[in-house]
């Protein structure tokens, strides 16, 4: 079992509930844009930097395929925008249907910002009976990997959520995201004008990965696109 509660240092557990809950239990969302596919939203952040951002975006791929490139540590560089290096500290549970990771990325700030980088946990869960999975990303403490004076330690909560559309070989995917960068950008304007840029850019990326021929299916949600057939639908395969 993942104890994806008790992991040393994580930073504002209890808050834990706020993007847990489904992007439609949230309201007041200001729509920003729509450009390449990806729809983005934002509102007043609730718990750190100035605003909650959402984006979302439908993937011309199968959840199976999403999925494989999601989880894969390996390919996160290459779709996650701005993304320097990274290291992966431990990863923790069967990987069957619930899995946490512990992760460090280094992002390329723009000159002459100083770069930033998060140190997080995040925790994957998925729920066949609703075809879909979900990754909650927490800001940690972790002795392996202390502030190295390469970056400006940031803050991140995030929820992603990766939904199989039935009957369609396709994927909706939807980002909810509170982050502060700290620094002299807390509150700076930077922030704000980047606040469409990089979930458009991260979910661009990572649906054009998925979306690749070479791409190979999680066989454990290959049938989550079938229509609803008695006795199918829920199982893991």
Avoid at 18 to 42: C, R
Avoid at 60 to 77: H, S, W, Y
Wanted: proline share 5%.
């Amino acid at each position: 079992m993942i104890r994806a509660f008790s992991v040393p240092g994580l930073i504002s557990i209890s808050l834990l509930a706020v993007l847990v809950l489904p992007s439609t239990a949230f309201a007041g969302w200001n729509h920003l844009e729509t450009e390449e596919g990806v729809e983005i939203y934002e509102r007043q952040a609730r718990h750190m930097g100035e605003q909650t951002v959402k984006a979302v975006v439908e993937v011309d791929a199968p959840i199976g395929q999403v999925l494989t490139v999601f989880t894969d540590p390996e390919e996160r560089k290459e779709w996650t925008y701005r993304a320097r290096e990274q290291k992966v500290l431990q990863i923790d549970g069967d990987e069957e249907r619930k899995w946490l990771e512990r992760y460090w990325m280094r992002i390329n700030m723009p000159f002459p910002v100083s770069d930033r980088d998060y140190l997080v946990a995040k925790r994957y869960e998925l729920h066949p009976e609703e075809r879909k999975l979900t990754a909650h990303i927490r800001s940690i403490n972790d002795d392996r990997k202390p502030d190295s004076g390469c970056c400006v330690r940031a803050l991140s909560m995030m929820q992603y959520t990766l939904e199989a559309i039935p009957g369609e070989n396709r994927t909706r995917v939807v980002l909810i995201a509170e982050t502060d960068l700290r620094g002299n950008l807390s509150s700076g304007r930077l922030v704000r004008q980047n606040a469409p840029t990089w979930p458009r850019e991260t979910l661009r990326k990572l649906a054009e990965r998925a979306e690749a021929n070479d791409v190979p299916v999680d066989e454990r949600v290959a049938d989550w696109h079938e229509e609803d057939q008695p006795g199918k639908r829920g199982e893991l395969r």
